[in-house]
């Protein structure tokens, strides 16, 4: 790890992760024996050709998956081995997440998507939402309905969502994937700024331009960490 953020408190330990998927008598090794750990402040590029575990140890990470083996801690709580209402309680309260299908919902407009991650972290804060959706340039879309948002509005709404329940940890899969120049500049100088603030920011990319802002880089292949 980085001196610079060696002195400070680690927000994610994944240790030893294992994950197996089965399709009938076939048998797929997802994640084979994965340890990271990010610390607070700490911006971390996952990358790695398709197939390689990324998107299965973000999911195992956020709580969305459960790993058949190791164990992942967010800020000292355990996250794996809980049952599932206990992961999404840890989740909500804990980490923002950003998917590049987007992570809106259709029937609430851009501000109370944000407003729904904050109730479900148990801190709704209008003015906080506000702030973050002027830092955007989403102040004058705050009641625009997902559907009539343009595809960089939707990218921009959608990290308002994943940082409005200020999050201790931040994972983003593929967030620049599908955007222009210009929009995907504007969510990676937002990540940035999260890190530097002290959050812990995790992008799954296989940009090497994104890879490159980073602090750190991890490189999976096979659901191993190439050294």
Same mark, same amino acid.
């Given at each position: ?7 400070? $408190?680690?927000?994610?330990?994944a240790?030893e992760? *294992?994950?197996? *998927?089965?399709a ?10 994965v340890?990271? +750990?990010?610390? @607070?402040?700490e911006?971390i590029a ?8 990324k +998107? ?8 969305l998956d459960e ?5 992942v ?5 355990? #996250?794996?081995?809980?049952s ?7 989740? @909500?309260?804990?980490?923002? #997440?950003l998917?590049?299908?987007?992570n ?7 501000e109370?998507?944000?407003?729904? @991650?904050?109730?479900l972290?148990? +801190?709704?804060?209008?003015g ?11 102040e004058?879309? @705050?009641?625009? *309905? $997902?559907a009539?948002?343009?595809g960089?509005?939707?990218?921009r709404?959608g990290?308002?969502t994943a940082?409005?329940n ?6 983003a899969?593929? $967030?620049?994937g599908?955007?222009?120049?210009t929009t995907?500049?504007?969510?990676l100088?937002?990540?940035r700024r999260?890190?530097d603030?002290g959050?812990?920011?995790v992008?799954v990319?296989? +940009? ?11 490189s999976?292949?096979?659901g191993?960490?190439?050294?």
């Amino acid at each position: 790890m980085d001196d610079l953020f060696s002195d400070r $408190p680690a927000v994610l330990e994944a240790n030893e992760l *294992y994950r197996f *998927y089965h399709a009938g008598d076939d048998e797929t090794l997802a994640l084979k024996g994965v340890s990271m +750990s990010v610390n @607070a402040g700490e911006l971390i590029a996952v990358t790695g050709p398709s197939g390689s575990g990324k +998107s299965t140890l973000l999911a195992c990470i956020a709580g969305l998956d459960e790993p058949d083996g190791g164990s992942v801690h967010i800020d000292g709580q355990m #996250m794996s081995r809980r049952s599932e209402s206990d992961r999404a309680e840890l989740r @909500a309260r804990n980490i923002g #997440m950003l998917f590049q299908n987007g992570n809106l919902l259709d029937q609430l407009t851009v501000e109370q998507n944000a407003l729904a @991650a904050q109730q479900l972290a148990g +801190s709704p804060n209008v003015g906080a939402v506000r702030e973050l959706l002027a830092e955007v340039g989403l102040e004058s879309r @705050a009641d625009a *309905y $997902p559907a009539t948002l343009s595809g960089g509005e939707a990218a921009r709404a959608g990290l308002v969502t994943a940082l409005a329940n200020g999050a201790l940890l931040i994972l983003a899969d593929e $967030p620049t994937g599908e955007l222009d120049e210009t929009t995907g500049g504007q969510i990676l100088a937002l990540l940035r700024r999260r890190a530097d603030a002290g959050a812990a920011v995790v992008i799954v990319t296989h +940009s090497r331009a994104v890879a490159g802002i980073a602090d750190r880089e991890v490189s999976l292949r096979d659901g191993q960490v190439m050294p």
